[in-house]
């Protein structure tokens, strides 16, 4: 979500009665918590695994039903693993699963953020663990993982430059995790909304022939738009844009969409927008809530900001979340951290 203007902020279009089979949900990350990271860092599997399963008991009393994730199993640095299915199917959950895509910059040895490896050799081989660990999940809690989401933001850099070993990568776990586990279970990818639009026009290494729904991401806010226009929240705006590029890559065979992330910031800086406030992003995650004219799936982003940050000094990344990175309730009018903030009919 960090790094592309989104730009494309159309009309609304007349949407059609497709429907994917999953309910909403939200993006998660246990990185937030202090209590997950210490654990991680001292290797204690048993305080990992305590940290996420308060986190989804906390996300479920909300009144999140899924959840999306960014991988697919989290681990020690000795290392030792536990899957996010594993947790989510002990809550009662669901899960979109994400394979995270370590990968270097220019495909040299400096690798993209940090990351368990640093040469483009290591982060290959360490992603094989995340394929299969979803592969595993899905076979072991058929009910519990509702689809597998392989790269996220990362077939294209910042720049909006192609990156081929990615794409040539993640189309191939693509085809590993639907050979091992054929139709059972939806497999895509998750990128920017302009990146399917540059792969529509030059695909050498057949992305879209790989996925038939794709993990649209898609923030009005780092397209510099501000939160209302003409007194309305642009969230009513993302389903039409998904539903826009659903048509646009019909012809490539790709039947659906699913809004993989979509939120709003509390704070923050955007050169070119201010619009990062409490009150916009109460404005916009009450306007998705509602769902309404929803034909797509969405995964709001996220569930907690991943720091606190006093008078938001840094960038407006880390202010997504519904709740405050130590599980409090960030604003009792965005949403009842102790209690229920998701909508009447349980979509979340």
């Known amino acids: 979500m960090k790094y592309l203007v989104h730009t494309a902020f159309a009309a609304l279009l007349g949407l059609s009665s497709y429907s994917y089979a999953a309910t909403n949900g939200i993006n998660y990350d246990p990185a937030h918590s202090p209590q997950f990271v210490e654990a991680q860092a001292i290797g204690n599997l048993v305080g990992m695994k305590s940290a996420i399963r308060q986190d989804l008991e906390q996300i479920k009393t909300m009144g999140f039903k899924v959840i999306k994730t960014f991988f697919s199993t989290f681990c020690t640095n000795k290392p030792e693993c536990v899957t996010i299915a594993e947790l989510a199917h002990a809550q009662e959950m669901q899960v979109l699963v994400g394979v995270h895509e370590f990968w270097a910059i220019n495909n040299g040895d400096e690798p993209r953020g940090p ?33 597998i ?52 026009q030059n695909d050498p290494n057949d992305v879209l022939s790989s996925v038939q729904v794709v993990g649209d991401n898609i923030y009005p806010f780092w397209g510099n738009s501000p939160e209302k226009i003409g007194g309305v929240s642009v969230a009513i705006t993302i389903q039409s844009i998904a539903m826009k ?24 800086m955007n050169p070119n927008t201010q ?74």
């Open 115 to 147: 990351g368990p490896c640093v040469t483009r050799k290591e982060c290959e081989s360490w992603t094989v663990a995340q394929v299969k660990a979803a592969i595993e999940s899905a076979q072991k809690f058929p009910q519990t993982v509702i689809g």
């Open 149 to 200: 989401v392989v790269g996220n933001e990362d077939m294209f850099d910042f720049e909006g430059k192609a990156v081929p070993s990615l794409q040539r990568r993640i189309v191939a776990d693509i085809g590993e995790i639907k050979t091992q586990l054929g139709n059972s279970v939806t497999v895509t990818s998750a990128q920017r909304d302009p990146d399917w639009y540059r792969l529509n």
């Open 245 to 268: 590029l659903k048509n646009a890559l019909s012809a490539k065979g790709v039947t659906g969409v699913i809004v993989t992330e979509e939120g709003w910031p509390s704070c923050g």
């Open 275 to 348: 619009d990062a406030t409490i009150s916009a992003e109460i404005n916009y995650f009450h306007t998705w809530r509602k769902h309404e004219n929803q034909s797509f799936d969405s995964y709001y982003f996220v569930a907690y900001d991943l720091k606190t940050a006093h008078g938001c000094p840094d960038g407006a990344n880390t202010h997504f979340g519904l709740c405050t990175d130590t599980n409090e309730t960030k604003d009792s009018m965005l949403c009842n951290c102790k209690g229920y903030c998701a909508t009447p009919n349980g979509r979340g």
